[in-house]
């Protein structure tokens, strides 16, 4: 059975750091795309990053390019995101996600992870 678990939101001040982790089970970690996504009440889940399989290349929705870093971990079987400058408007439930393609769509994911919610807020 496939679990995939995030962990490390909270609530920041803007201009605040969070690093989410995502540690998978049940699957071969190195075999997937890993992607985050986020998502707002009344909105459509979103893309926000992208991992290739050994970490060599990464995607970001363009406007957060600058502030977000995505890695992985192979051998702990964990993605994490690192976020940097957090504004208001980044405040949303964060999702992992297992892709087999750099599509972002969230009809091409595998598995989902259960979330996690970062609230950017003073």
């Known amino acids: 059975q496939v679990q995939m678990m995030e962990s490390g939101g909270g609530l920041v001040q803007p201009g605040g750091s969070l690093r989410l982790s995502c540690t998978a089970s049940?699957?071969?970690?190195?075999?997937?795309?890993m992607a985050w996504f986020r998502q707002t009440p009344g909105k459509e889940r979103e893309w926000v990053s992208s991992?290739?399989?050994?970490?060599?290349?990464?995607y970001y929705k363009e406007s957060l390019k600058d502030r977000f870093s995505i890695s992985r971990d192979n051998a702990k079987n964990t993605l994490y995101l690192q976020m940097n400058s957090l504004k208001p408007e980044d405040t949303a439930m964060y999702y992992c996600?297992?892709?087999?393609?750099?599509?972002?769509?969230?009809?091409?994911?595998?598995?989902w992870g259960k979330g996690t919610l970062v609230t950017i807020s003073s």
């Open positions: 049940g699957l071969t970690f190195v075999d997937h795309i």
């Open positions: 996600a297992a892709m087999s393609d750099f599509s972002g769509r969230p009809g091409s994911v595998d598995y």
């Open positions: 991992i290739s399989w050994y970490g060599d290349s990464t």
